[in-house]
């Protein structure tokens, strides 16, 4: 399931906020990301994550264009925050709200 709520893209955009080690890092993770998937679904025999159960699949599915936005609003606002040294405290309060809204989307801590 975390797999499946995982979106390697939007993680390549958090990535990017290390700046100089997003080159470093993220292609391993990215790959071991990959490999995981592959061997899982190898190992069930499936083509999609959570295939064998669809409620859970369409679940994820149906509030990804709801999370998803939220997680690239987080990620432009970690952004500024940090551009403003971490001084903005109207910045900082819509960050948490997106901790918030990203892990109530997600149904777990995000």
């Known amino acids: 399931m975390v797999l499946a709520k995982a979106d390697i893209g939007i993680a390549g955009r958090y990535a990017r906020l290390a700046g100089a080690l997003e080159p470093v890092y993220f292609p391993v993770i990215k790959a071991e990301f990959d490999r ?4 899982v679904l190898r190992l069930k025999g ?3 994550l959570l295939d064998e159960d669809p409620v859970v699949q369409r679940a994820i599915r149906l509030r990804n264009p ?11 606002l970690l952004a500024r925050w940090r551009a ?3 001084a903005d405290d109207e910045l900082f309060g819509a960050l948490l709200a997106t901790v918030r ?4 989307g997600l149904q777990n801590t995000g």
């Open 84 to 86: 403003a040294e971490r």
């Open 36 to 39: 995981t998937v592959a061997l």
């Open 101 to 104: 809204g990203i892990a109530q």
């Open 66 to 76: 709801y999370v998803d936005p939220m997680s690239l609003l987080q990620v432009d």
């Open 46 to 48: 499936t083509t999609a």
